[in-house]
């Protein structure tokens, strides 16, 4: 069901706004720019929004948009039965005393970001299971957001944003998974499982192309466990292709896609090989949290979810001074006030913000 | 050569005094609590500063005491000469063009990096290669603190620490390397490469130990991919030893070391098994960069290196306050205003700081 306008969620903080935009080719963002009440059990309100950012196809992304939701509903619902105190619950009465070995206490959190964590694992095992048989195409990147007892859990695999915008100041609530920023990880599973790379690619990063000529000579290169350059003698084996080839929006892993993490993309293959890029790219979500009840929020305080679409022209604190100079000029009760249209260069930018 | 008191380190910034520590068992720090001034070539200065924390024998830590500074002095070296314009630097005039492909603008810092990311290595496989013929027994941590045109650059391997101390203000130049800061590192290699357990551990973190009764039941758990906890159901497996057990000072990776980056360690096994622990460790530093000409600095501002013995009893502002209460009392003048003793609990404290 979805959230009436002035619901419960208002009551609970003034951050009751998503602005959401989407320009990329392939975005899919079905139902989901107003926020689901998923589950409103025993006086426990959950509530929902996500974005996906398809490629080489929407069926993923499509899958993902109807799917994902339940997933996380699954798993969230026991848990926050027990962060209630429920049976089984960490700490509850209930909870059988340990004996002859220490044990860990894990704050109620965690059991949240662990639910949501294994939603987005289920969710790439279930379009693996079932892409033949429904015809699921391409991979999407997920941006995903949960609100349980206070707080929002802001769930990201890919190269999405979100940010907080409180009081004019922007809260960075995600960060991009990209070939430069995974880099190390890309670099040690290829260091680690070197057939992965099926004798076309090499794992270490040069500054450019190494050419023939060069064999035997001294060149800069970076290992899976470096951030600095340092030299190295350039062997037969340096000529192959880098796993991680490009900069900024141009980097790719094995010269096929520009994004790390997400769902789908089992079938993905190098170009012209039988080089599968899925077991480099990662399904798990970066869940960061954010506590509403321990800040102050005004009326005009949004959480804006974006693709790539909107970041790469737009600066997080140009997105906060579009949304903080044109809300204030609405009527706070007018519905619609969330909805603005702007034209920023080619791009026709649609920042809608809900209740 | 040691650096004389009032020379040009003195001259190019305030901050200029190393305040050190160690009280525990194995520490070796020789000749390292005055820097060395390693290098002075072309006018180019290359200070040296380092704090190694040895332990099952002394051997490594005395061996990489003597001689790391000598491979950081072989890379830097090349590399200094590089960022004065020299032949082959990035971007001087005797490059040669790029042709055909893009090339990686690399910053200058970074190959400073990736020299102490080297030097670093090459000691850690020149105790493998030694170790046999000179007797060169244990492991040890290794923090490093290189000084090179204007910056200072803090590498950090294993569980010492790094602060500045600037007007009061502690700034942290170093994190630490534990079972717990590595726990996903960890368990991803022995996910990838499980005959590294020998059939006696599980990469699955877990609560607290498992027990027999308790397979087919569910139990909270964690694997490489996740930062939060969620619900599997206990198979045989799962009785086996955890990869990485215990909390705090406590934890151990396979029951064995508590330190997971450092210099040695090569013929470590767990306790009564042919189970080596040395794939686990990491001899790569985290190299963090300090701009001493970007800051003002006074004359009671500190860079403090120091073992976990020192870290365990005080936060980083207990330490700071004692510095700052202390040197202003002190003849600016006088060099051994750097040395003073307390007594902290048990722990006979000594805090050199040193010109």
Redesign the interface.
Known sequence: SLLPPRCSWNKLSGLHQVARYSCCKGVVCFGCHIPFLLCDTDGINLYYWSLFDGHAGSGAAVVASKLLQHHILD?TLTRAASLRGGVGA?GSPSTPP?R?????K?PH??????????AF?EMDLQIERERTVYNISGGCTALVVVYLLGKLYVANAGDSRAIIIRNGEVIPMSSEFTPETERQRLQ??AY??PHLLGNEFTHLEF???VQRKEVGKRM?Y?DF??????YKTIEEDDLKFPLIYG?GKKARVMATIGVTRGLGDHDLKVHDSNIYIKPFL?S?P??RVYDLLQYEHGPDDVLILATDGLWDVLLNEEVAEAVTNFLPNCDPDDPHRFVLFRDISSFSMEVRVFL
Chains 1, 2 share one sequence.
């Open positions: 798993r960490p340990t002859f070995f220490t044990e860990k894990i959190e965690c059991l949240i970001i662990g639910a949501i964590e294994s694992k040690y599973l680690m499982q500054p450019r192309r800069l970076r466990n470096m951030t600095g350059w340092a900069e990662s798990s970066e869940v």
